[in-house]
């Protein structure tokens, strides 16, 4: 199982950004996905996650700025970041959730 993240980088406050995470080696409509990040300093807390069949739910400092999605047919999940913060900067990872499968993380930071 491999799980590639991109995207992120520099964002202004209040701007947006999107990170795609794409799957291979795994039957990806059956999983699960989650996005995870971790500030300097900080424990690695979770962000967001979307079930095999789409649901979703958010840690609340995201709600309503934050959007997960799924595209089956490209083996792929996506966070959609907008009224970002400076709070938000981070590494973001996606990860199969229970299991050991991590994306290599993303950089995300919010800065004027």
């Known amino acids: 199982v491999q799980l590639q993240a991109s995207g992120g980088g520099l964002v202004q406050p209040g701007g947006s950004a999107r990170l795609s995470c794409a799957a291979s080696g795994t039957t990806f409509s059956f999983v699960a996905m989650s996005w995870y990040r971790q500030a300097p300093g900080k424990q690695r807390e979770l962000v967001a996650s979307i079930t095999s069949r789409g649901g979703t739910n958010y840690t609340d400092s995201v709600k309503g700025r934050f959007t997960i999605s799924r595209d089956y047919a490209k083996n792929t999940v996506y966070l959609q970041m907008n009224s970002l913060k400076p709070e938000d900067t981070a590494v973001y990872y996606c990860?199969?959730?229970?299991?050991?499968?991590w994306g290599q993380g993303t950089q995300v930071t919010v800065s004027s």
């Open positions: 990860t199969i959730p229970g299991t050991k499968y």
